[in-house]
């Protein structure tokens, strides 16, 4: 499907392709959440690749984040001046990247999942080094090196839970929860203990995250939102879904003290990187770091701790895209990520200024965003299962992060323009509408929560009881 | 026949243990997959014919020639010929080579008593493989070392679905391979982009970007 884009890469075609692969992502989007089917896949793939309910939500949240990076990206050919050439293999890597996470949401097969996980980071390597930086090129490597690592231990848990479920046979989601209770407790724990270090690699949980900050820093900023907004979210899919299975097997206890512990690891490690952190879009990816950390504890909750950590997803990916095309934005001003840099960006460019604020409240829950909710349903399902004194340090952790996004941001946005930097500001349509969109539909589903979503979470967390 | 050649795989990675030269590394990677092959070719009962095919191509064409000989190249290329003296000294890892060993046997021992039906000399001897390649990753310095140890891991992974006789599908085992191969190509890429900007190619001048 993602894969007919990619025949076309002429150098005329490249907006015309990437228009049109972002056009059809989101029409497929919204054509199943009205329940129509479109003309499908042959009948062998079929057997690998299906929708359900939470591969329809992630596919949701990645079109419309795919669609803001395609608006955003004409800005960055634009601005950046690229011949062609580069433009195509640009749009053509950006494709590749795409139908490989498209591959991982539809995919109905654990170790098919895997096969595209591990292609979402082959292709995503050539995206970070796109700029061609020495620094790039460092963190290309870190990322590219360390996620490989984790994702063939991965296997490892693949390969163990092939040995726990014999008599199953399958490595089918499907066959996997119908007979979750025959596979053998031991090794099925043993094999999660494997993905979940895999997977939390490429998610970037607290102790393997070391690649994160360097290599969403180093992309170029489309680049950086789609990895933050749509990559991050695919790992967390395939970690849901083993999920489903030790749920269904009644080692759910085994898993949440896993998720909650790495959860809880992950808010330490951002809220003590994020108080000093000197430069901008290294503070994005620590955030991205914390919220992930929040979608850990939301799994460790239970349903109703599920259901948060769905709404926690869409609202993350959707700010985090604004704040890092945004943050591209800031960058081609101010020619610097360093925040002491940048000083006054109201008075420089008011609409990103204000951008960016909005964004940086979006992100750490205030109240009109859905951000809130979801941190409020978190909240409440601690209250519910009981652990209720660890609320405290969760919204210790809470307060810090956004101390410190807050203190930079607003040092950034406020105060005078720095001196003798005064250049023309491109203000360009492309650079604004997509965080304007994003931010419109975070605001209109956090004031109004539309009844069809909440329908399907409902779906979704119910498997999760 | 296939204890011995378990044996002999064992003895690869103690090999690797032992020396420096990074080109006996790369000999090292082609001899375990021949034995890979070997044990697959020893194994034939009545899997399909395709899966055989499929099979001998990935161990002994990919494996065995295509992969080492690629990174062979490589290194001649920009003349890479040692380790530089590693994190830990050759004695000691040897001394935790054989602490891994004895772990393994402990690990084959104990899936043996679990009720799965697994091959447990298989079993141990990859997990062995795949602990100590990634104890190689953590204590040698060179980038190169760092692609031929992946290979090694990888090398093990295939020994562990070795030992369990359930069959994955073919088109994912073609996705699998797939990934595997662009992977080590893009290592090879950007690996030689490394040697371009940087200097030397060992990981200490790779500490650029922090907090």
């Not at chain 1, 979750?180 to 998610?203: C, H, M, Q, R």
Request: aromatic letters at 14%; charged letters at 15%; hydrophobic letters at 55%.
């Amino acid at each position: 499907m993602g894969l007919a884009g990619l025949l076309v890469k002429n150098k005329v075609f490249n907006r015309i392709s990437l228009f049109s692969s972002s056009a059809l992502y989101i029409i497929i989007a919204s054509a199943r959440w009205f329940h129509l089917e479109l003309p499908w896949l042959p009948d062998w793939l079929s057997v690998f690749f299906q929708f359900d309910d939470i591969g329809l939500y992630f596919f949701t949240i990645m079109a419309m984040v795919f669609g803001g990076v395609y608006v955003y990206s004409l800005f960055y050919f634009k601005e950046s001046g690229l011949p062609a050439v580069r433009e195509a293999s640009y749009v053509l890597k950006m494709l590749f990247f795409l139908a490989s996470m498209t591959g991982v949401i539809l995919a109905t097969h654990l170790a098919m999942l895997w096969v595209f996980v591990e292609a979402t980071t082959l292709t995503s390597a050539l995206l970070i080094y796109f700029e061609k930086r020495k620094s790039a090129l460092e963190a290309t490597w870190k990322y590219v090196y360390i996620c490989s690592i984790g994702i063939a231990l991965a296997f490892v848990g693949i390969i163990l839970l092939s040995i726990g479920s014999k008599n199953i046979n399958s490595l089918f989601f499907a066959d996997l929860y119908n007979r979750a209770s025959e596979i053998n407790p031991l090794w099925l724990k043993l094999s999660f203990a494997f993905i979940f270090v895999g997977l939390g690699t490429k998610i970037g949980i607290a102790p393997i995250h070391a690649w994160l900050p360097d290599a969403h820093s180093e992309a170029p900023s489309p680049v950086s939102a789609l990895l933050s907004g749509a990559l991050l979210n695919m790992a967390f899919l395939g970690l849901i879904r083993v999920q489903g299975i030790l749920v269904l097997a009644h080692l759910e206890s085994f898993s949440n003290f896993l998720f909650m512990i790495s959860g809880f690891l992950s808010l330490i490690v951002s809220s003590v990187f994020i108080l000093h952190i000197k430069n901008y879009k290294r503070m994005l990816a620590y955030s991205s770091i914390e919220n992930m950390g929040i979608l850990f504890i939301g799994m460790s909750l239970g349903s109703l701790g599920m259901y948060a950590a769905m709404i926690h997803t869409f609202a993350h990916s959707l700010s985090k895209t604004s704040l890092f095309l945004t943050s591209g934005k800031i960058l081609d001003i101010y020619k610097s990520k360093k925040i002491d840099d940048v000083s006054g960006l109201l008075k420089r460019d008011p609409l990103t200024g204000w951008l960016w604020i909005i964004s940086m409240l979006s992100i750490i829950g205030m109240p009109p965003f859905p951000v809130f909710l979801s941190k409020f349903l978190i909240v409440k399902a601690f209250w519910v299962n009981g652990n209720s004194w660890l609320i405290i340090p969760f919204f210790l952790f809470m307060l810090i992060v956004a101390f410190g996004m807050g203190k930079a941001v607003f040092k950034m946005s406020f105060g005078d323009d720095a001196a003798g930097k005064s250049g023309k500001i491109n203000r360009s349509f492309y650079a604004y509408a997509p965080q304007v969109v994003l931010i419109v539909i975070l605001l209109i589903i956090g004031i109004n929560f539309p009844p069809q979503m909440i329908d399907i979470l409902n779906r979704i967390a119910e498997l999760f009881h | 026949m296939d204890e011995i050649l378990m044996i002999l795989i064992g003895t690869t990675m103690l090999y690797v243990f032992a020396v420096s030269r990074i080109e006996a590394y790369v000999k090292t990677l082609a001899l375990q997959g021949f034995i890979l092959f070997l044990l697959i070719i020893i194994d034939i009962k009545e899997i399909n014919w395709l899966n055989i095919v499929f099979l001998s191509i990935e161990t002994l064409g990919i494996k065995t020639i295509v992969i080492p000989y690629f990174l062979l190249t490589i290194i001649r290329k920009n003349e890479i010929r040692r380790e530089v003296e590693p994190f830990i000294s050759q004695f000691y890892s040897l001394l935790i080579a054989v602490i891994i060993f004895i772990f393994g046997f402990i690990a084959a021992y104990w899936a043996a008593k679990t009720n799965v039906e697994i091959k447990p000399l298989y079993f141990g001897i990859s997990i062995v493989l795949i602990i100590s390649s990634l104890f190689l990753i953590i204590s040698r310095k060179k980038i190169i070392t760092h692609i031929l140890c992946y290979m090694m891991l990888e090398n093990g992974i295939f020994l562990l679905s070795l030992s369990v006789a359930n069959e994955i599908p073919m088109l994912v085992n073609i996705g699998v391979l797939l990934d595997l191969f662009v992977g080590i190509y893009l290592f090879a890429i950007f690996f030689n982009k490394i040697t371009e900007e940087y200097d030397d190619s060992h990981i200490d001048v790779l500490t650029e970007l922090k907090d």
